[in-house]
Structures are given as C-alpha cells and as structure tokens.
C-alpha cells in the first residue's frame, strides 16, 4: 500500500507559478513510476506528467510542455510539480498517483489539491 498526500495548490494569477508536491508513506517509493493528473469542472481526468522510477525519464502532455516539470526525491518519497507560466486554463483539481512495476494503470491515488488561475 501508498499513501500520497499532495500539497501546494492555491490561487496563483495567470502568468504565474505554483509548485506541488506529493509525499508518499512507506519503503518502496522508488519501485513506483509516479505520475501527475489533473481534472477541471465539467471535464474528465487528464494525464498531465509522469516521471519514470530512477527521474530520469519524463512525459507531459501536450499542452504543459515546457511550462511544467516534473521531478522527484526517491530519498524524501517526494514528487514534484513546478507550473509556470499559468494559464486559466490550468484550473483544476490535481492529482498525484502512483503505478507498479509492470503494471498499465496507475494502482494509487492522492485526494488532490485545488489550482485556480484568476486575475
């Protein structure tokens, strides 16, 4: 079992930055590829970055590159998400979640953290 915990989330306006983090219990953070998601009003859950279980493979979705990076400290069973350059649309909830070894689906879940870009 994991338990992740995401924090950071906020009001931030457009052309800002925000940085989230998720902590993750237990000894075998680094087993995990880790990923970020995000889910606006009215809109389904999208895949936003993932890292793979060593960081030195990344992925993001189109319209985050180059304005988000996803990073981890396997040492502190941290992940990370730097936004910048927000944009409204950017506003969602954000998820932090946690895929084994082998497996296609991401197996655990945070409960989220609330970004809004607002002037």
């Known amino acids: 079992q994991v338990q992740l915990v995401e924090s950071g989330g906020g009001l931030v306006q457009p052309g800002g930055s925000l940085k989230l983090s998720c902590a993750a219990s237990?000894?075998?953070?680094?087993?995990?590829?880790m990923g970020w998601f995000r889910q606006a009003p009215g809109k389904e859950r999208e895949f936003v970055a993932s890292?793979?279980?060593?960081?030195?493979?990344?992925n993001y979705v189109d319209s985050v590159k180059g304005r988000f990076t996803i990073s981890r400290d396997n040492a502190k069973n941290t992940v990370y998400l730097q936004m910048n350059s927000l944009k409204p649309e950017d506003t969602a909830v954000y998820y932090c979640?946690?895929?084994?070894?082998?497996?296609?689906?991401?197996?655990?879940w945070g409960q989220g953290t609330q970004v809004t870009v607002s002037s």
């Open positions: 979640a946690a895929k084994a070894l082998y497996r296609t689906l991401y197996d655990y």
């Open positions: 237990g000894r075998t953070f680094s087993s995990y590829t």
């Open positions: 890292i793979s279980r060593s960081g030195g493979n990344d």
